[in-house]
């Protein structure tokens, strides 16, 4: 039996959809393999997810896999960026199309013609104001990142839309990005994480001299955390911490709540625009200050704390389960000291209680 025309042409349409569909596939997702020498290396990747993982070998190994419809329009570079070793994927056009960020979003930027946006700005020979767009006319293209870090490497990642994310990496590692989520976990070394727009979320760190995160607008959490310094700032969203041993620990939220488990520092410094402070301490501090501009503040301390205590509030009670040998008292303020008074807490509150709480 032959098939009739109609069957051939049927099938023939589904063959050549088919093939075009994989052809359309291999177009839009093309990876190239780059490696950077070095002890300190950069990359700056516009638009996309950069992965960053532990690798093997002497030199820093970038997996870049180019998707969108437009992929075969963007380049690689790789040299000397202001004399670090750097890898740059550059955009053909000043407006490029990212639709994982959704049809309606949109962030703008004022790069350099080296493809880079953060550094000495007096450097640049020339500007590009470029826009990605969740849909719309432009260029629809972006890279995907995998970077492989050897140990004791310092790498310096830079994105501008998309996601980044680090898990088992033994080394100095500082992640920015204008407006994505960065993750970390599993890291042994220095950390330094700064997000425009954005979450945070940082887990398993050891062996870090210095533990930095700023996220202008976007919630931070730090768990299973160890550095000799840890500073967290967000401009709103709040933080979360726990088992967060540092010796000095300094935390700075404009808007949203603080909250901090089984920490153990010596040297603590909490503030908040507006929203609640819970503090867990295992061991008694040799410095505390907390300040809230709205909000109630909530000191969970051990039973050894010996510490000079001095608490005001604007409105709201003060309450504590420590004994406190009291120098003096004023209207909403408390002044005197638990145990020797070695150490010293001080709390300010413009509106909210302030409570004293017995720990373990």
Excluded: C
Aim: without cysteine; charged residues 25%; neutral net charge.
């Amino acid at each position: 039996m032959r098939p009739s025309p109609g069957f051939l042409g049927s099938r023939s349409t589904l063959v050549t959809a088919s093939m075009l569909a994989v052809v359309a596939m291999s177009a839009g997702a093309q990876t190239d393999r780059r490696t950077l020498a070095g002890a300190v290396v950069g990359i700056h990747n516009l638009v996309g997810r950069v992965t960053v993982e532990p690798g093997s070998g002497p030199d820093v190994v970038i997996e870049v896999t180019r998707r969108g419809a437009d992929a075969r329009r963007l380049d690689i570079e790789t040299g000397d960026v202001r004399g670090v070793n750097s890898l740059r994927v550059m955009f053909p056009d000043d407006d490029i199309v990212y639709p994982e960020i959704g049809r309606w979003s949109n962030s703008d930027f004022t790069i350099g013609r080296d493809g880079t946006w953060n550094g000495d700005r007096s450097m640049w020979n020339s500007r590009r104001r470029i826009r990605v767009r969740g849909s719309g006319r432009g260029t629809e293209a972006w890279a995907d990142l995998r970077v492989m870090v050897p140990t004791g490497k310092r790498v310096e990642i830079n994105v501008g839309v998309g996601e980044a994310s680090s898990r088992g990496v033994e080394g100095d590692l500082s992640i920015d990005v204008a407006s994505a989520r960065i993750t970390v976990s599993g890291h042994k070394g220095s950390l330094r994480l700064d997000t425009g727009s954005g979450s945070v979320d940082i887990r398993d760190v050891t062996g870090a001299d210095e533990l930095v995160a700023d996220a202008g607008s976007g919630h931070i959490t730090l768990f299973n955390a160890s550095a000799r310094r840890i500073s967290i700032e967000s401009g709103s969203g709040g933080f979360e911490g726990d088992n967060v041993t540092a010796e000095d620990l300094d935390v700075e939220v404009g808007s949203g709540g603080v909250r901090i488990d089984r920490s153990t520092a010596q040297r603590v410094r909490l503030e908040t625009g507006s929203g609640s402070m819970a503090l867990g301490l295992r061991n008694s501090p040799r410095t505390l200050d907390v300040e809230s501009g709205s909000g109630g503040v909530t000191l969970t301390l051990p039973t050894n704390l010996d510490a000079d205590i001095d608490v005001e509030t604007g409105s709201g009670g003060i309450t504590s389960d420590f004994p406190v040998q009291v120098d003096r008292v004023e209207r909403r303020r408390l002044h005197g000291r638990v145990g020797r008074g070695d150490g010293r807490i001080r709390v300010e509150t413009g509106s909210g209680s302030v409570r004293l709480r017995r720990g373990a």
